[in-house]
Structures are given as C-alpha cells and as structure tokens.
C-alpha cells in the first residue's frame, strides 16, 4: 500500500521502469478515490529530472498532488499515456508517516540492503 500527502509536492516510488527504460517518454498517473470516483491525473516527463529519477532498483516520480478527497484511492501508471503497467492502491491524507522507512546506504547494488 501506498501512502501520499493530500496537497504538494509528493514523490511516489515504484520499479515501473523495469524493462522499459529505452522506450519510455512519459508516465500517467491516474488517482480515482474509491467513494466519490473523483479523478486526478498527473503526467510525468522522465526526460525533466525535476520529476523523473531512477537508479537499477527503482524509479522516483515527483509531482505536485492536489487531491479533492482523503481516503482510499485506485492507482494506475499508464506508460506513454496507453500501456498500462501497475495498477494499485493508495491512501491519501493529511499525515502519511505512519511506518519507519529503512534506507539503505548503497542504493546502486540490488543485491545488499542494509538497516539503519
């Protein structure tokens, strides 16, 4: 599950770039809040690096969330605006820190995580 502030900058990670790196221009992010189907789509340019990064691991997409509603919303990434390539769930609200994030110091090597 996925956790996003309701209003401002917000950086969502994800391993969609896997595979696709060559062949990729743009992402879409499609938010539908499950109760009133309300509907926030963001597109992310993976040439701006304001808004797109990535390492072998994962990818960081930034973007500035101005969502309606807190709750449960539906996710999809659609590469290139078509192809669809992960759908999921997130929880938008006022206040998302409510897990420890471990971060590992050598964030190149897929093949070693380290706790702090």
Request: with cysteine; proline share 1%; net charge negative.
């Given at each position: ?13 994800s391993n969609v770039n896997k595979n696709t790196r ?90 070693y995580i380290y706790v702090e």
């Amino acid at each position: 599950m996925i956790y996003l502030t309701k209003t401002g900058s917000t950086t969502l990670t994800s391993n969609v770039n896997k595979n696709t790196r060559d062949t990729v221009t743009t992402y879409l992010l499609k938010f539908t809040h499950i109760m009133s189907q309300d509907v926030k789509t963001y597109t992310i340019d993976v040439l701006d690096p304001a808004e797109y990064g990535e390492n072998d691991r994962y990818c960081e997409l930034v973007f500035d969330a101005n969502f309606t509603y807190e709750g449960e919303n539906s996710l999809e990434i659609y590469a290139n605006g078509t192809d669809l390539v992960y759908t999921g769930i997130v929880i938008v609200g006022e206040q998302t820190e409510t897990f420890v994030q471990y971060t590992s110091n050598n964030e190149n090597n897929s093949n070693y995580i380290y706790v702090e």
